[in-house]
């Protein structure tokens, strides 16, 4: 229980990051979240009194033991007093673009270990290319070598998705188990919508479109606004946690 993650959301009911139980507690004992249950028709909050007692009254099975009482396992976190907008950027690094392009050639379409991959420029550094996420793709040794510093038409060779500067959402997407996925769907939709063809591709240099297939990008919303905001006072939650404390004496 203590290995599984939990979706943090910030005030505005959007995706800000995943913590680790522990943290997840910790947030919740200091009064800087609130746990967000699920109950049918619509999700509503619980602090840290409301989670005890609730815990109380319907004991899990399988939870988080502490002295007195079972607690169930939060899955999402409402912070109280953090609005800022999820992260947008992705630091671009040689591990990160292996896992934006999931570890697959993007002129072959094998799937390799990092050691058998590299970082190809669609269009070659010596034709003005940037080292930028919209000019670098993963490649196999043989295909990088294969298309050297040439375009990929002047090698024979296509590239199976256009690359784009990816989401701090849709990097973090691709590593969500299918249990995460199931578990946060209201927050994370798993939906994908296909990338027109149409869509920009990189240039050539020459102003012509380099010739990729097709690729999908993962979008998402945010939670609907109807869902309440917690406000909770520090001099509030010192309350609540010397009332929690007393219970579980």
Not at 98 to 108: E, N, S, T, V
Request: proline share 7%; net charge positive.
């Amino acid at each position: 229980m203590l290995t599984r993650r939990v979706l943090v959301l910030n005030r505005l009911w959007q995706p800000v990051n995943i913590v680790g139980m522990r943290r997840a507690v910790t947030l919740i004992f200091s009064g800087q979240a609130s746990v967000v249950h699920r109950s049918a028709p619509e999700l509503r909050t619980l602090d840290l009194l409301e989670w005890v007692s609730f815990s109380r009254r319907n004991p899990p099975e399988v939870g988080l033991t502490a002295a007195t009482v079972t607690l169930h396992a939060p899955d999402v976190l409402l912070l109280a007093g953090y609005d800022r907008p999820p992260a947008q950027e992705v630091r671009f690094s040689r591990h990160a673009v292996f896992r934006r392009d999931g570890f697959r050639c993007q002129y072959c379409g094998g799937l390799f270990c990092e050691a058998e991959l590299n970082l190809d420029h669609v269009v070659p550094r010596d034709r003005g290319g940037r080292t930028i996420w919209e000019n670098i793709v993963t490649a196999c040794l043989r295909c990088n070598a294969r298309k050297a510093d040439r375009l990929p038409h002047q090698a024979g060779m296509h590239l199976s998705h256009a690359p784009i500067r990816p989401t701090w959402r849709s990097f973090v997407a691709e590593g969500l188990s299918c249990e995460e996925r199931r578990r946060w769907r209201e927050f994370w939709p798993t939906e994908e919508k296909q990338k027109a063809p149409g869509d920009p591709a990189p240039e050539d240099g020459t102003g012509n479109r380099i010739r990729t297939g097709v690729t999908t990008l993962e979008e998402w919303g945010p939670a609907a606004e109807r869902y309440p905001q917690v406000d909770l006072t520090p001099k509030r939650m010192e309350a609540l946690s010397s009332q929690v404390k007393r219970s579980c004496v």
